[in-house]
Nanobody
Framework: LQLEESGGGLVQEGGSLRLTCAASGSTFRDLTMGWFRQAPGKERETVSCFPRNGFDPSYADSVQGRFTISRDNARNTLYLQMNSLKAEDTAMYFC??????????????WGQGTQVTVSS
């Protein structure tokens, strides 16, 4: 499965961005999908996850209430709507395939990433 992210960019604090992840392959609907981010000098952080097992999506505490993950299985596409962006959201964002049918911090593959920069 190949993943290609888009939608990143430069935005002011309080602004919004919508990230899109286009996935190739026919198994998308059977996969746990999610987003993680990596900022320079910081540990990788799982931002949000949409599990395969039918449970509700999960979010990091740092983005709860501001970010919304969604997926369109017919289009093999994963989205991340990011509202009320803060400077600390600045990072490279990666679309990823989860290791398990439930959400975790383990990812078995990911795309090239899309840069999100929030100016204060």
């Amino acid at each position: 499965l190949q993943l290609e992210e888009s939608g990143g960019g430069l935005v002011q604090e309080g602004g919004s961005l919508r990230l899109t992840c286009a996935a190739s392959g026919s198994t998308f609907r059977d996969l746990t999908m999610g987003w993680f981010r990596q900022a320079p000098g910081k540990e990788r952080e799982t931002v949000s996850c949409f599990p395969r097992n039918g449970f509700d999506p999960s979010y990091a505490d740092s983005v709860q209430g501001r970010f919304t993950i969604s997926r369109d299985n017919a289009r093999n596409t994963l989205y991340l709507q990011m509202n009320s962006l803060k400077a600390e959201d600045t990072a490279m964002y990666f679309c990823a395939v989860g290791q398990y049918p439930f959400c975790s911090d383990s990812w078995r593959s990911w795309g090239q990433g899309t840069q999100v920069t929030v100016s204060s």
